[in-house]
């Protein structure tokens, strides 16, 4: 397997998360949301009307049920984390409108209600109601991001040399690694993806702490033309509780 290849970071810690436009709202060049969000709902023709015009879909579902199945394209960044709406801000492009995607109404209002807070609530223009069965329902194309565990992974490790890269934070990827991965912060992705030494043709298992940022980045990474992608549950912790081998940042492998 090809050494691992580590991006250097830089000196400089990655930007709040939708930065220019909560800048733009304190110095009064945007309006400030004075009272709750409401996100509103769309039939899957207006949603698919939407994205013809370039708007994007954010998929606040579980990494389980966006790999089952979601709009192409879409973004998946869980409700479910408490850094939902920094995720959000990190990995879409700025101004672009936002369709919603989750299992109920009631998270699409908890969705656009965080997203208020960094200042991107404005950019939704609702909800897809009725979820993705209204869309399957509807006739409109779905694609999938294949799911693998940490044994499957190991196995295939050791087999054929699948290539692993690592989404998380540098300092766990400091802390533990799995030997021969690639390294690249789900955060730095929309920054710096030419930097990436891996390609759409690569079969890629994307890991991070429990598979929700993988999922995140796995997502980016399909809008990018990446297919051969499997999103890796349970990510390190999963990995380190089966007890399988990592290596430090020296690359000394980590005694437990």
Known sequence: MEAFTRYMQEEQPVKPANILNIVATNQGKRPLTMETPVADPLSPEQVKELLDQG??????RSEAA???????????????????????????P?????????????EAQRAIYNMAFIALDSRVVGYLDGGMDAWVQ???????????????????????????????????????????????????????????????????ALVCATGKRSSTAGSFLQRHGYRKLYNVIGGM????????????????VIQR
């Open 138 to 204: 509807a006739g409109y194309p779905v694609m999938e991001l294949a799911q693998m565990d940490v044994h499957t992974l190991h196995h295939r490790l050791s087999t054929n040399g699948l290539k692993v890269l690592d989404v998380r934070d540098t300092s766990e990827w400091d802390d533990g690694h799995i030997e021969g991965a690639y390294y690249m912060s789900f955060k730095e992705m929309p920054a710096r993806l030419d930097e990436l030494a891996l390609t759409p043709e690569d079969s890629i």
């Open 55 to 60: 708007h994007i879909v954010v998929d606040a």
């Open 94 to 106: 700025l101004d672009v409108p936002i369709v919603l995607v989750t299992e109920t109404p009631e």
């Open 66 to 92: 966006f790999g089952a199945e979601h709009i192409p394209g879409a973004f998946n960044v869980q409700l479910s984390s408490p850094e939902f709406e920094q995720r959000v801000g990190w990995v879409t």
């Open 237 to 252: 912790t999963a990995w380190a509780n089966a007890h399988y081998p990592m290596v430090d940042v020296t690359g000394c």
